[in-house]
T-cell receptor, first 121, second 111 residues
Framework: DTGVSQDPRHKITKRGQNVTFRCDPI?????LYWYRQTLGQGPEFLTY????????KSRLLSDRFSAERPKGSFSTLEIQRTEQGDSAMYLC???????????????????FGQGTRLTVV | GENVGLHLPTLSVQEGDNSIINCAYS??????FIWYKQESGKGPQFIID?????DKRQGQRVTVLLNKTVKHLSLQIAATQPGDSAVYFC??????????FGSGTKLNVKP
């Protein structure tokens, strides 16, 4: 399977615990995106990387959230001290984007993983 | 920020009929649009895309129309099938390198 893969697919955690999700993008894609999706809503942008650089973070990404892409390949999204409001589907996507170091917009579609469904109890 | 949005939240069609799903965008500089299909419990899947130098693009049973004058695009699905039941999103990757999504249109195909 050469698509975007996410792990785990489902995570149930107690409020206050930390969780970490992993995303493996399509190998040649330089851009990686994290989105959050709640029931009945479209995906909401959280953050994106161009190679290993995290170029933008949404206001949705509170201080409890941190994302990394240390080698420009896989990425992790960590949520510390989870709250019930964090319950959602967390989607990862990758694409071929603009040139490194530029602000060029994406010029190809983003491919999404199947998501990690987080339930905070 | 500027983004894309959907006109209708839910669309019900009879199996075999054609479906039309609409989307509006606000950034006149947007030059690339993508339609995604999302089935329950799955991530969005690419259906078709269109660039601003075109006003129509056809795929297999799907056609996307782009009207830059009124900043509107539509997805037409011919001979809608039960497997087409899903939520459909249009996305605009122009702004700030992010893909903006609206709340989507849920397509219900009645047998």
């Amino acid at each position: 399977d050469t698509g975007v893969s996410q792990d785990p697919r489902h995570k149930i955690t107690k409020r206050g615990q930390n969780v970490t999700f992993r995303c493996d993008p399509i190998s040649e894609h330089n851009r990686l995106y994290w989105y959050r999706q709640t029931l009945g809503q479209g995906p909401e942008f959280l953050t994106y990387f161009q190679n290993e650089a995290q170029l933008e973070k949404s206001r949705l990404l509170s201080d409890r959230f941190s994302a990394e892409r240390p080698k420009g390949s896989f990425s992790t999204l960590e949520i510390q001290r989870t709250e019930q409001g964090d319950s959602a589907m967390y989607l990862c996507a990758s694409s071929l984007g603009g040139l490194r170091g530029t602000g060029g917009g994406a010029n190809t579609e983003a491919f999404f993983g199947q998501g990690t469904r987080l339930t905070v109890v | 920020g500027e983004n894309v949005g959907l006109h209708l939240p839910t669309l019900s069609v009879q199996e075999g009929d054609n479906s039309i799903i609409n989307c509006a965008y606000s950034n006149s500089a947007s030059d690339y649009f993508i339609w995604y299909k999302q089935e329950s419990g799955k991530g969005p899947q690419f259906i078709i895309d269109i660039r601003s130098n075109m006003d129509k693009r056809q795929g297999q049973r799907v056609t996307v129309l782009l009207n830059k004058t009124v900043k509107h695009l539509s997805l037409q699905i011919a001979a809608t099938q039960p497997g087409d039941s899903a939520v459909y999103f249009c996305a605009d990757p122009y702004n700030f390198n992010k893909f903006y999504f609206g709340s989507g249109t849920k397509l219900n195909v009645k047998p």
